[in-house]
């Protein structure tokens, strides 16, 4: 059984068996270096949880503790509202290695992350939860129609500081709230079901984020890409940046340049 079909038939169907919700908080600093913390809480109906030992503090330790490069800081299990809780603090040194992490188990549900510095005085972030939608049968999408109708206004709320201003932040899914260098990010669950949500953050240390160059992909006709911004193109050459080097193309060897 792949992740994605555990993923449906461990968390999102115990959703839908209680027809209760599992709320899901997130608190992430971030580092310059791609390292930083997280801090995950989940709360899930207390009838639901109680004689659950695959809802606690500890199994989330556990799912943690075998994840090169992540360091359990703390956990614990409270109850408010209602709901019993479980949190988890975590070190990490780079985002690669929390994608490292299960779609299967709670901590999941921190997405997929990646940190990119472009070497100028900006970077860029990005976070999608969910996974990419599969061809499906028509009883799966009836399946999927009827978790849909039950989710409710489940949402899950991250939180998110970074380590330079922030220039631009949108998602294609939720509700996106941005100040000077902290984030906040609310999606319902049922607006990604079954498919992704992601989120894209552009920071700088300038009031204006200089221009990224627009690459091209010039193929040749041995089979050779070469990815770059595409400077110039005539009759007999084409010149093509490729980070701070400038690469002269005979028009010849080209097969054709992808824009």
């Not at 911004?229 to 097969?255: A, F, P």
Request: proline fraction near 3%; glycine fraction near 10%.
């Amino acid at each position: 059984m792949d992740h994605s079909k555990k993923f449906m038939s461990s968390l999102l169907t115990l959703i839908i068996l209680f027809t209760g919700c599992i709320e899901y908080e997130e608190t992430l600093i971030l580092k310059v270096g791609g390292g930083g913390s997280i801090t995950m809480a989940y709360g899930m109906p207390a009838e639901m949880a109680n004689g659950d030992d695959t809802f606690s503090a500890d199994k989330i330790k556990s799912d943690l503790a075998g994840i090169e490069g992540v360091t359990v800081v703390s956990t614990k299990d409270f109850e408010k509202e209602g709901l019993k809780w479980v949190e988890t603090n975590a070190r990490f040194t780079s985002l690669e290695n929390l994608g490292n992490i299960k779609n299967d188990q709670l901590p999941g549900f921190a997405g997929a992350m990646t940190f990119t510095d472009h070497n100028n005085g900006s970077y860029t972030f990005t976070k999608v939860l969910g996974e990419k939608p599969k061809q499906t049968t028509s009883a799966n999408d009836k399946d999927m129609m009827m978790m849909k109708n039950m989710m409710g206004d489940v949402t899950w709320d991250y939180e998110i500081t970074f380590p330079v201003k922030i220039i631009d932040a949108m998602a294609d899914k939720g509700e996106v709230q941005a100040g000077r260098k902290k984030l906040s990010w609310s999606v319902p669950l049922i607006e990604f079901i079954g498919g992704q949500a992601t989120l894209t953050v552009i920071l700088g240390k300038g009031d204006k984020l200089t221009p990224l160059p627009v690459l091209q992909t010039v193929i040749l006709k041995n089979g050779e890409k070469i990815r770059g911004e595409v400077m110039s193109l005539n009759k007999k050459s084409c010149i093509v940046k490729v980070g701070k080097k400038r690469e002269r193309i005979d028009r010849d060897t080209i097969h054709s340049i992808e824009f």
